[in-house]
């Protein structure tokens, strides 16, 4: 029964993803990815419970299948996080450990029904060599694939701070867990047999489904604000004035000089002091830089010299120090804390107190106690 728990959950997650109207290239990624770890369990299930056995001719259809769930796992993450992988004899290098796979199986797939059964009866009698490659070759390039997709999740959520000033909903933590899941799954499966291993991808399909009901943006995609970025360096027309004989070496790449630099600096620090635009919740590095008819990249390099911090860290140290301002007031002590930090741009109380203790080196707490001694 709990075999067939996940199978269903698998199929339904599909089903959830097909019916999904104007899917991403992300989404048919996860499609295809889903139907194939469903189709996988069916096989699982199907061997365990010997039902195979009735339709030989279906033996060793999955030999490759647990190869290429590693595959797409990091196709996914390639595309979620914004680096799709377009070239197609790049795609079909991924897809070749499965070829293998499947190529040095052709002796055993001229075997006839009575054979196969035979050998499957008896732990791949005949076949060990190809039991211990097919083995190594699942375990190898599950652990490659998924080890690969953590440190594109990891550089993701560094890049993000760059351009977004609230990350929460975009850090991909539930796929760097579903990542490292997979390694742990490819770790198991060197040692353990395949009832086992059948029952952790179960729970592993059971927690998909749970993060798909908590997190919504499991199931979407989207790389508006890489589209923003580009449609901006295409269009802007407004540039620094520039010298590029007095360019700092940091900026050389850019040609963005000091003067330019102090200039956009002396602008920044304006705007967010008449116009608050730090309390935005959803600001990010492409908005501040239309509001002030600049390119994001010379943004960027003006808050990480100037500041020394990224955009995130920037925007958010600017909020506590408002928060700080608000409850301080005596009037705002009806209010609880979470509330002015919200007014101040926070979204979650959990990003709030990272930033406050980053900023202060303090809970709220214990430095608002300090102040009032």
Known sequence: MFFILGIFIAIFLSFLLLIKKNKSRADKILVLWLILISINQIFNYLNITEITYQYPYWLGVDFGMPVMIGVFLYFYVREITGTPLNSTPKILLHLLPTLLVYLLAIPFYCLTGVEKIYVYKNE????????????????????????WSIILI???????QDRFSNTDKKELQWLRLLSFGFVIIWLFSAFFDNRII????????????????????????????EKAVIKLKNNSNKEPNLKPNTVAEKYAKSGLNDEA???????????????????????????????????????SQVINEKEGKNFYNYINSLRIEAFISLASLPENKKYTMISLAYDCGFSTKSTFNKHFKLHTGKTPTEYFNTVNI
Not at 202 to 225: D, H, P, R
Request: overall charge positive.
């Open 261 to 299: 630099a102090s200039e956009i600096y002396i602008n920044l620090k304006k705007m967010m002091k008449d116009t608050s635009s730090y309390k935005d919740v959803n600001l990010t590095l492409v908005e501040l830089s239309k509001r002030l008819e600049i390119h994001p990249n010379y943004l």
């Open 124 to 147: 791949g009698i005949g076949y060990e060599w190809y039991v211990i490659m097919n083995n190594l070759v699942i375990a190898i390039s599950g652990l490659i694939y998924s080890i």
């Open 198 to 225: 059948f029952s952790i991808v179960v729970v592993f399909v059971l927690c998909i489904a749970v993060f798909g009901i908590n997190q919504l943006n499991i199931f979407n995609s989207n790389s508006e604000s």
């Open 154 to 160: 990891k550089r993701h959520q560094i890049k993000i």
